[in-house]
């Protein structure tokens, strides 16, 4: 079945300094997604990649797909407090095997995000 | 923006006691998740349902569990004799049809407490 792993477990940082998420695989990853979760809270969603060296940008937040890697990056540019929470990659089973998908996910268990103002 | 909702926010019941688990998907999404947050662990998924029926389910979904969308908005999650062990966070959520499952939202989660 499919592993996530993220690293690190968890990040403090100074408000205004950029970090990097990492998402490690098992297995080759051709579909990643990146929720934000605040503590005792629903997930929500930021973004989705499908295509190996994929790069998507939202606001300060980058996410980038690197298949021959199997790993897929988030990165946080001038963090803010309002960047604090856990972020989880999932991975989509179907997406990942080629074959026909039910949108099982699989997640990492979480990269907790602490930013000092 | 459409969301998925969930209700209670919060429900605390006795070991042994039944519990049903409202979910209101986006209004034009065709899959249906649940998904499940030990306290400290990972998201896990439970099942999925697609046009009337699970598509998919876990080890974790056994006979005490089951899912239903009674009418055209709501789908539930009932637990039939719950257990110490299903205290947890459940998640909803909904995803639109694009050849397969689209991308989920989730919903806000419900805290199940089992005493």
């Known amino acids: 079945s499919q592993e996530l792993e993220q690293s690190p477990q968890s990040l403090i940082v100074q408000e205004g300094k950029n970090l990097t998420i990492n998402c490690t695989s098992s297995k080759t990853l051709y579909g990643l997604y990146w929720y934000k979760q605040k503590y005792g809270e629903g997930l929500i969603f930021l973004m989705m990649?499908?295509?190996?060296?994929e790069e998507k940008s939202h606001e300060k937040i980058t996410a980038k797909l690197d298949e021959k890697k199997q790993q897929s990056s988030l990165h946080i540019t001038a963090s803010q407090p309002s960047h604090a929470g856990i972020y989880l990659c999932g991975a989509d089973k179907a997406l990942n095997a080629g074959g026909t998908s039910y949108g099982k996910l699989t997640f990492g268990q979480g990269t907790i995000l602490t930013v000092h103002p | 923006e459409p969301e998925v909702t969930q209700t209670p926010s919060h429900q605390v019941t006795q070991m042994g006691q039944e519990v049903i688990l409202r979910c209101v998907p986006i209004?034009?999404?065709?899959?249906f998740y649940w998904y499940r947050q030990i306290l400290g662990q990972k998201v896990e998924f439970l099942v999925s349902f697609y046009n009337n029926e699970i598509s998919e389910k876990s080890e974790i979904f056994d006979d005490q569990f089951s899912v239903e969308r009674p009418d055209g908005s709501n789908f539930t999650l009932k637990i039939r004799s719950t257990k110490l062990e299903d205290s947890a966070m459940y998640f909803c959520?909904?995803?639109?049809?694009?050849?397969?499952?689209?991308?989920?939202?989730f919903g806000p989660g419900t805290r199940l407490t089992v005493l």
């Open positions: 959520a909904s995803s639109a049809w694009d050849r397969g499952p689209d991308t989920q939202y």
């Open positions: 990649l499908q295509k190996g060296g």
């Open positions: 209004s034009n999404h065709l899959y």
